[in-house]
C-alpha cells in the first residue's frame, strides 16, 4: 500500500454517466491487482469522509484508470479533475480477486454497472477465457462489451428495460447459459454489482457445488480497516464474525457471506 501524490493524465466521459479517470502513479500503480481497489481524497468536498473508494479499471505501467458513475457530491465534484491536477491516492488496498482458475474451471464474470470496472482488469490478467454476462438498467449503463469481445470473451447482455440484451435481470442470461452451455465444464464466478446481484450469482455457485468470488461493496471510512465502517457478517471456520470489507474483502467467497436483508 502506497499513500502517493498523481497528477491526471486524461478525463474523459464514457456515455453520459461514467467517466474514466487515467492517473500517474508511478509507485503505486505497478502494485495493482485486479479486484484492488484505490481511495481517492476529493479536496473539494468539506465533510468527514474526504475519500471514496474506487476499483482499479487498468493499471498499465505508471497509469492507473478509474471508471466511476457519477451518484452524489464526491464523484460529481470528481467531474471538475483536470489534466495535470495534483490527486492524493491511497492504494491498491484489499484483497483482490484470486487469478489462478483451476485447470477444469471456466471463468464466468458476472458484472452490474460499473461493476464491469474490475472485471475487466480481471480478463486482461486471466491466461484463460470464459464468458462475461453484463447487466445494467438500461443500455447506455452497458459499457466494454467490445473491450472484452476483443480479449476473446464471450459477452451476453441483459437490461432492464430490454434497451439492450435480453430484458431483465442479468441471471436471465445466465440462467439460460448454465443449463445449456456448460457441456460438462465447472463455472468459476467472478461478479461485481449490487447486492442483490452478487447474492443471486453465490446462491447459483453454491447449489452447483461451484466457487463464486463476490466483490461487495460497502460504504467505507478509512478504507484501511480501522473505522469499522465497512463491516460484513461472514463465516470463517464456521464460526459467524464481522470481517472489514476494505481490508479483509473487498473479494469474499460467497460460502462465507452471511446476508442479511
Ligand atoms: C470497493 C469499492 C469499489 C468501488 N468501485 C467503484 C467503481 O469502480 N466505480 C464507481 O463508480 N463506484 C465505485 N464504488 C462506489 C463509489 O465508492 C461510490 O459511488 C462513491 O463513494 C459515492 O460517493 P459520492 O460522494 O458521489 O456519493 P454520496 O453523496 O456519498 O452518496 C450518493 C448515493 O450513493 C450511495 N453510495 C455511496 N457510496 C456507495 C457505495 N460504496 N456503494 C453503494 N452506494 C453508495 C449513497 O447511499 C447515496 O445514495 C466502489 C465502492 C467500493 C466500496
Ligand atoms: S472503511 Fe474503515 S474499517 Fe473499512
Redesign the pocket.
Known sequence: MRIENGTIVSHEPMGPDYRVLILKLPELAPLARPGQ?VHLRIAQLHDAVLR????I?KAEGSHLS???????????SMQDLRIDDPVNIVGPL?NGFPLDVPDTATPVLVAGG?GV??LYFLAKRMKRRGVLFIGGAKAIDILLVDDFLELGWEVQVATDDGSLGVKGLVTAPLDAWLQTSLKGARPEFYACGPNGMLKAVGDRAIKGDWKAWL?L????GCGVGACLACVQKVRLNGQETLAR?CKDG?IFEARDVIWED
Open positions: 481497489f471514496r473508494p474506487f476499483s479499471y478509474i471508471l466511476y458513475k457519477t451518484v452524489g457530491r464526491g464523484t460529481a484489499g460499473y470496472a474490475p466483490s461493496d460497502r460504504h467505507m470489507v473487498p
